[in-house]
């Protein structure tokens, strides 16, 4: 069986400051890995996600991951964080033998 | 435009009675999931359907059902026996059946309040 953590729940971060979300996942197998957004009341979408290849996956709004095997980890990262950032991120995980699990989501909160 | 169309946005139910959401996609994927979405839980599937006249049960599917008669289609019926039902519905679609690689793509949900 497969599972997605996120460690955080909540990130408090000042604007134009850099910012990780952390994730880390658990299978047996190989994974393919992903990121979505959610802004309030709004559906999901798809920042990025890693199938195979490079480790470094670059996503839509400046945002990239990496995934490391050996860590088990697919972190989230921005160097420089804008208002319009504020939003819910989900960490996902999927493999062959498995339907897409989503981790419990981490906040991201834009300081002034 | 492309996309997934969930209705009612906003839907206020007293206890005991059934409710259907809507779920319209006209990007023409094959596969489409009902998601469940509460607060610190993140989103846990209801159920899922690959084909037409098809669907199996996710996680939580104990007091909902789900029909798939056409394609583009693919309602949620919250029924009286769903005993906590008050939470943010997500509609969602896949171009491959196995959903494993492909992106998901969301509706804008639908937010059910039981009063």
């Known amino acids: 069986a497969q599972s997605v953590t996120q460690l955080d729940s909540q990130v408090p971060v000042f604007e134009e400051a850099p910012v990780e979300l952390r994730c880390n996942y658990s299978s047996s197998v190989s994974v393919y890995l992903f990121w979505y957004v959610q802004y309030p009341n709004q559906g999901l979408q798809l920042l990025l996600k890693?199938?195979?290849?490079?480790?470094l996956v670059k996503g839509i709004n400046g945002f990239e991951a990496e995934f490391n095997k050996s860590q088990t980890s697919f972190h989230l990262r921005k160097p420089s964080v804008h208002i319009s950032d504020t939003a819910e991120y989900f960490c996902?995980?999927?493999?062959?033998?498995?339907?897409?699990?989503f981790g419990k989501g981490t906040r991201l909160h834009i300081l002034p | 435009d492309g996309g997934i169309t969930q209705s009612p946005k906003y839907l206020f139910r007293k206890e005991g009675q059934n409710v259907t959401l809507s779920c319209e996609q006209n990007l023409n994927h094959d596969a489409m999931y009902w998601y469940r979405q509460d607060p610190g839980q993140g989103l846990r599937l209801i159920y899922y359907?690959?084909?037409?006249?098809?669907?199996q049960k996710g996680d939580i599917a104990e007091g909902y059902s789900v029909s798939r008669e056409k394609k583009e289609s693919f309602p949620l019926t919250v029924t009286s026996a769903q005993k906590n039902p008050t939470a943010f519905y997500l509609c969602a679609t896949t171009l491959d059946t196995g959903g494993y690689t492909g992106e998901l793509f969301f509706g804008e949900g639908s937010r059910l309040t039981v009063l």
């Open positions: 996902a995980v999927s493999n062959r033998d498995d339907k897409i699990i």
């Open positions: 359907s690959q084909i037409v006249n098809d669907f």
């Open positions: 890693y199938l195979s290849g490079s480790t």
